[in-house]
C-alpha cells in the first residue's frame, strides 16, 4: 500500500534562514509520481512539483529545490533564504502509475512559519 | 481564469441538517475528486468521478453522496449531517486519471456541524 510520512509537524525559522521539508514514502510500484502542494493561510492547495519515479535529478527553481532519492524513499523540499510568504503548510503526495483510478495519497503535512 | 470554484467557502450546520457543497470547473476535465481535510491530517478522498454519470467511492465515502451530470459540476451531498463531518473539502479536478497528472484545488469550504 502507498504511504506518505512528513514527520515534520511544525518548523520555524527566522526569515532568510534555509529549511528543508522531508517527505519519506512507501510503494510497491516501479512507477509513480511525487508532488508537493503548498497551502497559504488563504487555504487554497497550490501545485508545487511533480516528479515522476525515473527521474532523479534535483529540481531548483528560485529559491525552491527538491532532491529525489530512491535509495533512501525521499523527496525532500528546501527552501533558501526564506521569507515570510513562504510560510504555509506544505503536502508531499504520491500516485502509483499501476493505482487505475485511485488518486493521491497525501501525507499530514509540515506546517512552515517564517519569522520576519 | 476561473479554474475550479466552490461554494460556499463557509457553512454551520446543525446536526441533522442536510446541504449539498457545490464545486464547478471550467478546463474540461474529466476527472474531478472530493476530498476533506481534518486538523493536523491529509487529504482524505471521499468520492471521485471519471466523466459525467460516472461515481466512484474513495477512502472515506460514509456519509455523502455525489452527482456528475454535467462534465463541469461535481456537487457534493451530506444528507444527514454528523459532527464528525466538521472538516475542510476541497474539489479537485485533473485531465486524466493517470497518476502523473496534476490534480488542481478550488479554495475549500469550511464546514461547521454543531
Known amino acids: 500500500a502507498q504511504k506518505v510520512t512528513q514527520a515534520q509537524t511544525e518548523i520555524s525559522v527566522v526569515e532568510k534562514e534555509d529549511v528543508t521539508l522531508d517527505c519519506v514514502y512507501e510503494?510497491?510500484?516501479?512507477?509513480?509520481?511525487l508532488f508537493w502542494y503548498k497551502q497559504p493561510p488563504s487555504g487554497e492547495l497550490v501545485f508545487l512539483i511533480r516528479r515522476n519515479s525515473f527521474d532523479e535529478q534535483n529540481e531548483i527553481s528560485g529559491r525552491y529545490s527538491w532532491n529525489f532519492q530512491k535509495s533512501t524513499s525521499s523527496f525532500n523540499f528546501t527552501i533558501t533564504a526564506s521569507q515570510v510568504v513562504d510560510s504555509a503548510v506544505y503536502f508531499c503526495a504520491l500516485s502509483e502509475a499501476n493505482s487505475g483510478n485511485t488518486p493521491l495519497v497525501f501525507g499530514k503535512g509540515t506546517r512552515l512559519s517564517v519569522i520576519a | 481564469n476561473a479554474g475550479v470554484t466552490q461554494t460556499p467557502k463557509f457553512r454551520i450546520l446543525k446536526i441533522g441538517q442536510s446541504m449539498t457543497l457545490q464545486c464547478a470547473q471550467d478546463?474540461?476535465?474529466?476527472?474531478m475528486y472530493w476530498y476533506r481535510q481534518d486538523p493536523g491530517m491529509g487529504l482524505k478522498l471521499i468520492y471521485y468521478s471519471v466523466g459525467a454519470g460516472i461515481t466512484d467511492k474513495g477512502e472515506v465515502p460514509n456519509g455523502y453522496n455525489v452527482s456528475r451530470s454535467t462534465t463541469e459540476d461535481f456537487p457534493l451531498r451530506l444528507e444527514l449531517a454528523a459532527p464528525s463531518q466538521t472538516s475542510v473539502y476541497f474539489c479537485?479536478?485533473?485531465?486524466?486519471?493517470?497518476?502523473?497528472?496534476?490534480?488542481?484545488f478550488g479554495a475549500g469550504t469550511r464546514l461547521s456541524v454543531l
Open positions: 510503494t510497491r510500484d516501479t512507477t509513480y509520481y
Open positions: 479537485a479536478s485533473s485531465r486524466h486519471p493517470s497518476a502523473k497528472n496534476i490534480q488542481y
Open positions: 478546463m474540461n476535465h474529466n476527472y
